[in-house]
């Protein structure tokens, strides 16, 4: 026995000191590489020492990125759920996550989603993992050769420089991003980060949003203050909302259930009432009534008790905020959500012109668009609106890129629709299949906001979509070959990977 006892302990130390030369011996090589990389640089290209060496760095750094995928990934999605790119309010707590940037250098938000990108196809150019979808799908080709006719239309047409340069990075982002997301999130070990990474970014933005708005340092919208008004804000709120709603709804209710919806579902729910967007309010009730009609018939009136639950703990949220706050009334919130309907709105009517002049101005160029860097025609009756933008994510995308594109764009969105409900018909296995189901029914409020703001020059809006169909797709595709979809226990080892 004692013999033993010593053979495996001095195995162990064996194996550690050798886990220590390995890594020894890297960091050795890789500070010998930027060493000659540097050194190359200044002899070769001429360039200064510091330049060098931080060229140096940065192609080794790229490379160890390139092996660790997950540590950019998750740094972009934490860039696209919490960084704010309106500016905020002096004195808001949400200063913590502005998006930073100086003239003629990216923000941080850019430079997340480039440095995921440059990672991912380096990886997928030298096959470093087998794919999970290839790059050269049909839907992808398609996408490049109408975004370099875009590029080519708007050179022609001498586009502003700086509105080109825009259009051709917020276009395109949401396509890497999606297909990054596609490929990484292969096992539950990597959705279940992600999962925890969502579920902490919205809980400190939705108590330090509700904290600044409390204090009056809320977010200037129209005549009043709000919670959140940027729409990727509120769609990361309203999608959060609904996967606990689904997850109640398909799981078993426990203490840790209750606890998660009273911390973080109730503070959710009082940011989404009082942000103050119709988009929004519309939004999560036709989620909510696709989730319904997904719903097995046996567990339809258990969400309906959850929902009346949840309808009557806002009601008295609104009545406390009422009386201890001064905060809008019921009356008062009524009244706004009545208005999307009201044409003599200020804010329907100026939409409307906006459309209109949209349309006369791609008389022109009925097929290919206007192209990257374009703009249409001022608004009658409202100087405010910007002429590169245009609130109906399909008509924009016409302008920009032509009625080819939004062709694609809606078959994506239908192929995509058409595969997750006849996956979710299929059932909800485990607390990531619940999840999934409510995720999926988020689609509906993706229509409304496509319908009624420029998602595409927004791109956190854009990529958002993108991380959750991305996710949708890869636990339906889990869920059909089998694989376990209950979150792995701590120590379990389990990675969502299909045994034999």
């Not at 200037?220 to 609904?242: K, M, N, P, Q």
């Not at 988009?279 to 997904?294: D, H, Q, R």
């Amino acid at each position: 026995m004692g013999t033993a006892d010593k053979t495996n302990g001095q195995d162990l130390k064996s194996g550690t000191d050798c886990g220590r030369g390995r890594l020894l011996n890297g960091a050795l090589a890789y500070a010998f590489l930027i060493t000659a990389s540097a050194v190359l640089g200044m002899s070769v290209v001429r360039m200064s020492a510091t330049t060098a060496i931080v060229a140096a760095a940065s192609v080794v750094l790229i490379w160890l990125l390139v092996q660790w995928i997950e540590i950019p990934f998750y740094f972009a999605v934490f860039a696209i759920l919490a960084l704010q790119e309106v500016e905020i309010t002096q004195g808001s707590l949400l200063s913590i996550f502005e998006n930073y940037k100086s003239p003629g250098v990216p923000s941080l938000l850019e430079i997340s989603i480039v440095l995921l990108g440059v990672c991912f196809l380096t990886k997928y150019s030298l096959r470093k993992e087998e794919p999970a979808f290839s790059l050269f799908r049909t839907p992808v080709v398609l996408f490049l050769i109408l975004y370099c006719v875009s590029l080519y239309m708007g050179y022609c047409a001498g586009a502003n420089d700086i509105l080109f340069k825009e259009d051709t990075k917020r276009f395109a982002f949401p396509i890497l991003f999606f297909l990054c997301s596609l490929n990484i999130l292969t096992t539950v070990k990597r959705i279940n980060h992600l999962v925890t990474l969502v579920l902490l970014v919205s809980a400190a933005k939705v108590y330090l949003g509700i904290l600044s708005y409390l204090h009056g340092a809320g977010f200037d919208y129209g005549d009043s203050r709000v919670v959140f008004v940027e729409t990727a804000d509120l769609i990361l709120v309203v999608t959060v909302l609904v996967a606990l709603v689904s997850r109640m709804v398909y799981g078993r209710v426990t203490w840790k259930m209750l606890l998660l919806v009273l911390l973080l579902g109730a503070p959710l729910m009082f940011s989404l009432v009082y942000s103050n967007r119709r988009n929004a309010w519309l939004g999560i009730l036709l989620a909510l009534a696709l989730l319904f009609f997904v719903t097995p018939a046996k567990t339809k009136f258990r969400m309906a008790l959850i929902l009346l639950c949840a309808g009557l703990a806002g009601v008295a949220m609104i009545s406390v905020s009422m009386a201890l706050r001064s905060l809008p009334s019921g009356q008062d919130l009524k009244s706004r959500f009545a208005s999307i309907s009201d044409k003599g709105d200020k804010s329907n009517e100026a939409h409307v012109n906006e459309w209109i002049v949209t349309i006369e101005a791609l008389e022109e160029h009925p097929i290919w668009g206007l192209g990257f860097g374009s703009e249409h025609a001022p608004v009658p009756g409202d100087d405010t609106i910007n002429r590169h933008t245009v609130h109906n994510a399909f008509l924009m995308l016409y302008m920009k890129m032509g009625v080819l594109a939004v062709a694609l764009f809606l078959w994506c969105l239908v192929r995509y629709f058409r595969f997750a409900i006849s996956h979710t018909h299929a059932g909800a296995s485990g607390e990531l299949g619940a999840l999934r189901v409510g995720l999926f029914s988020t689609f509906a409020y993706w229509l409304v906001t496509l319908n009624v703001a420029p998602s595409w020059w927004y791109y956190r809006e854009t990529c958002m979509m993108a991380l959750v169909s991305a996710l949708v797709i890869q636990l339906s595709t889990m869920q059909e070959a089998g694989i376990d979809l209950d979150l792995p226990r701590l120590g379990s080892g389990r990675n969502g990977v299909p045994g034999p």
